[in-house]
Every structure is written in C-alpha cells, then in structure tokens.
C-alpha cells in the first residue's frame, strides 16, 4: 500500500498453500470435461482447489492444462511455474486489464484442453470465456460471489451462466402463464455447465445444470441444488436440497410438477406404499402387478385431510369452524404444502406476491367476499360435500370398472411403456383415460421407481411415464 507520494507504507503477505486432496468433493466434475465455475467468500479456499485442478487433470487426468495466472497466485512468480500444478503450462498476466487477450491467446496457440482462470472480473473476461467454451475447451474458473443469484445480479458476470433479458408476453401467453406482460429469462446458453458454491472448507453446494437453475430461478421455483461435505473419515456425505426461488412466474413444462407431485405423495403415503416396494418383478424387471392387491389397498372410506392455507382471512376462525362441523380439513402454516389458497375479495384483486405464486404452483385459490366466520362456513360446508361427493363417484366408478377390459388394456399399455423406459427411452405418453384409470397408472409406475405425471385436460387428459432424475 502506497501514500501519496508513491512511497510503500503497508504490506499485505499472502501464502499460497498446496492442499492436496482439496478438490476431493468435486473431483468427479472437473474429470467429467464440462466447464465449472467455482463461487465463495474471499479466503474460503478457491484458489488452492484451482491449484489442485490444475495438478489433477494434468497429471492423473493426463490432459493439457494451461493456467491463465493473473496475479501469479496458482503458480508462483518466478519463471518455472510451482510444482504444485503439476505438469500444467502456467501464462502470466502482466496487466490485469489484459486477461481476456491471455485467455484467448492460450487458446489460439497452446492447444489446451483445459484452462484454469483465477478471478473472472469483467466483462471481456466474460466474453472471453464464451468464446472458449463456444471452442469446445473446459474452464475451470472461479468468480467474486457467494451463491449462483449473486452472479445472476451481477451485471457483470451475468453472461457467464446465460444472462437475463426482459421478455414481453402477449396476452395469451400471459393469461396462459397467470403472470405479469413482462418477464425475466435466460438470454442464451451458459458459459459454464456446472457451479459449485463453497460454504466452507469442506462443505460446497453444486449446481449440475445451471441453465436449468437459471431458469427456474428468474421463473421463482425452488432449486434443488446438490450438498455434499467431507467427513472426518474421508468419505464424501451427499444430500439433495431445495433452495427458493425468487417471486416471478415458471415458465410451463411438460409434467404438471406441483399437482401431481402432491398427488402421488398422498397416494403413496395413503394406499400402502411400502406394499409397492415390494412388488416382486418379473424377468424384465417389472414389478408384477395384480388389479386385485392395489385394490385391497385403497381405503375409500377413509377420511383424507385437505390442507388449507389462509392468507387475509383469520387463521383462528378457521380452526373454529372446523372444529364445529369437524370438516376434515387442516390449516397449514406454509403456502407449499397447502392444497388450498383461501383469500378474500379484497387481497386478491391487489395480486400480492403470494397469490401469484398459489396460481403459478398450480395450487387452487378460493376467493370469498368477506373473511367473516359465515363466509368460511359456507366455503368449508360447500367443499366437504363436492369432496364426499366426488368421493362417492369415483369410488363407484372404480368398483364398476376396475375389471374391464378397458383397465386391463391401459394397464398393460402402461407396462409396455415400462418396459420402454427400462430399456433406455426418457418419456413415453400414454392414451387418455378416466382418473381410477390414471390412478393406477401412476400407482404401477412408482411400483417400478419411475417418475409420472399427469397432462392435458379432461376428457384428453393423459399419463406420461418418465425416468425419474438422479
């Protein structure tokens, strides 16, 4: 640190350390050849996994690496680059402002199948990278930010996981949406293929499609991001979490995830799920399924409990009514695990954020006048008996109809389509049917650890059976 008149009067010192063993929780994803960034708060420890990257894929992966050394803290200063990067080739930077030339320069003329850039900062770097990666040469990079939305909002380095525009909608596709005419979406494909998030020194989140997280992200879905944290005994512990999104709509997708997620856990969790795991299977590994057993495991009778999620209508007035006419309804604390949004006239016609996302959810809004007790007596009697009713129908509609030969027929035409995604097909749809129907096509597909989910509208309304994602 100098003073004004150019004269040093502070000195900071910084050792780079050469941690072998420190990429070990990503190790899988820097051999696997796609472009990583690497995210985290200053001294958290990006740079010595960068150093490690480089050692590993140019001595055991035996690939040809190139560091584009910026303040020469990967390899040293000297000449003969550190030994810790191993027989990686190391190119100094002599003017930060420069970067990007060297980034391209590496690319143009040393045949690299890897470069490893330390502290991506502006916007040519950016570019630069784009360009790289567009040439069909793995980056390893790290970037100023703690989580993948910091990067998003940065103006900056946006363009590195795909950018963001603003997007007009017309009106169709807006109503289509429930959403506003203006939306945010990814402006193009990202740079880097997959994000790594370091919490701590042996703890890092990773995001393995970052397009896809960019996506849901800017639409306001959860993200499901990959834990994973080194043990003290060296064994890597992995867990799946979900991370919120923002307040914006999702964009529409082929599988109607919300409902039918809901659907099938409650199915699951109420028709005998643990007899479904242990379904013997045939030859081909499908589950034996006998119309018989999964009808002994449905309950009609049995009382479900509606969850109901209230939002400017008095929780405690609710609870009072409920208990009043002991309707089999319960209120919940959360709009996520609520199956109904109950509001009043007033709350929604401002269009809050919460009411936005109950639509987009695909979660079902009632709207009453007022939020009075006489009001959600009318909504919860007018509820119970649709539900008893429609209980009644379908379980008469299942009784008359569960040994048809139009059952038989979509049955076997949802094991054919097992069998097809067993044997390597991602998706396959099947013909509309009535819901007892579809019920006991999603009930076999879970039999054998196969995603489903339901699409269309009624009378077309159909399955589609799908591998489920790792």
Partial sequence: MRNRAGEPVGLTCRVGRAVYGSVRLIEDLIRSGKSVLILGRPGV??????????????????????????????????????????RARRMQVANTSLQHNVMIEAVENHMPE??????????????????????????????HGNTLGNVISNPTLADLVGGQQTVTLGDIEARRRRTQKTVLERKHEPTFDIVVEIRERNAVAIHPEVGTAVDRMLRGISIPQEARRLQSNGQVEVEVEETPGSDSEFAPVPFEVSEVGRKRQSLERDHGRARRKRAPRDGNGIAEYDLNDYEDSIEPNKPVMTKVFPFGV????????????????QVVDYADSAEIFVTTKSHYSRRPTAVRRA?????????????TKEQILQFLKRFTQDRTRAARLESSDFEEHNQSGRSREALRETEDAISRIISGELRVELMAQPPYVRRLQHGLAARNNLGSASMGREPSRRVVIRRRKR
Wanted: proline fraction near 3%.
């Fill in 45 to 86: 420890g990006k740079t010595t996994i960068l150093r490690e990257t480089a050692r590993v894929l140019s001595d055991e992966a035996d690939k040809r690496v190139v560091v584009v050394d910026t303040s020469n803290e990967i390899a040293g200063d000297g000449d003969v680059p550190h030994p810790a990067i191993g």
């Fill in 114 to 143: 890897v470069i490893v850039i330390d502290e991506m900062s502006t916007e040519l770097e950016a570019l630069a990278a784009r360009t790289i990666a567009e040439r069909g040469v793995q980056l390893v990079a790290t970037a």
């Fill in 314 to 329: 008095p929780k405690t007035a609710i609870e009072e009514v409920i208990a009043e006419i002991n309707a089999s309804v």
């Fill in 359 to 371: 639509e987009r959810d695909g979660i079902l809004v009632h709207v009453l006048r007022r939020g």
